[in-house]
């Protein structure tokens, strides 16, 4: 297929490569930088003119509404946008009603897997759209991942997205708090470890992902909490999860909490570029107020 790959940070350029190592002809756009991987347009629109899929990976709804903008007049009939940024819901509804009344193809298709997944081909997409779109993303889904869900309609792949990574906000809190918990009880948290992760308070960021250093499988608690999936995305996804709450008025308070502690501690402590597991000292070094 052609395709036009708009958003070649972290995420997007690897994503680009194996598409174009798979034999697809991608040509890049982004603002800021030019890898020498692939080649590039000059403007969003250039990428996206004659192209059979565009592909955006970018920050957020605002940059996507606006790139959007500019590139669905210019795309062909039937050719499909396939957004795999972390927006808003809302964003990626209304961007899909704009593709639709342009007679084009959309879905919302974002990630979980992180740099690692990008790299290797192994994300995960959940993606919300037609069937039809679904169908001619499928093939690019399996080189760039290792599963697609089809969530339902346009915005269900970010609503997938913003309630998964709710639960996992949460839940690495509160085993961030109960292994500090365990500490000033005097339990071993290796002991810990070997109980939770095979009793009812399991959950993947207790058994795969680990908060304490040296317990369980190698996570970024093992390398001084370098990210791995950095506490600023955490609040980014977080926030996002809150804005579809208030919009879907949906009570959440857990939910609010967490993004309320990850808030405290990447704007006001110093978990901004650490690991969301590295709310597990944060823990450790605070007395109950
Ligand atoms: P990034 O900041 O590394 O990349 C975003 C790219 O978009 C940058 O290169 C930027 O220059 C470019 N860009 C910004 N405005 C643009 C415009 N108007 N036109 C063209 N390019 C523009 O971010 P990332 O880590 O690659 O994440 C991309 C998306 O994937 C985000 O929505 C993020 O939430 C999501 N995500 C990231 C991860 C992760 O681990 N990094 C995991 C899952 C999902």
Redesign the pocket.
Known sequence: MKIGF????????PMAENLAKAGHEVTG?????KPDTLPMAGS?AEAAKDKDVVI?????GA?LQ??AD?VLPVMSKGALLLD????DVDTARAVADQASAQGLLSADA??????G??SGGT?TFMAGGSDAAFEKAAPLFEIMGQKAVHCGPSGNGQAA?VCNNMILGVTMIATCEAFALADKLGLDRARMFDVVSTSSGYSWSMNAYCPAPGIGPQSPADNDYQ?G??AD?ML??LRLSQQAATSADADTPMGQHATDLYAEFVEREDGAGKDFSAMLPRFVSRRRS
């Open positions: 708009i958003g070649l940070g972290n995420m997007g350029a756009f982004d603002t800021m930088t969003a955006t990976m970018l920050p957020n940059i606006s790139v500019e795999c940024s972390t927006v974002p990630v979980s897997g992180g740099i997944g990008a994300l997205k990210p999936f950095a995305l980014k996804d």
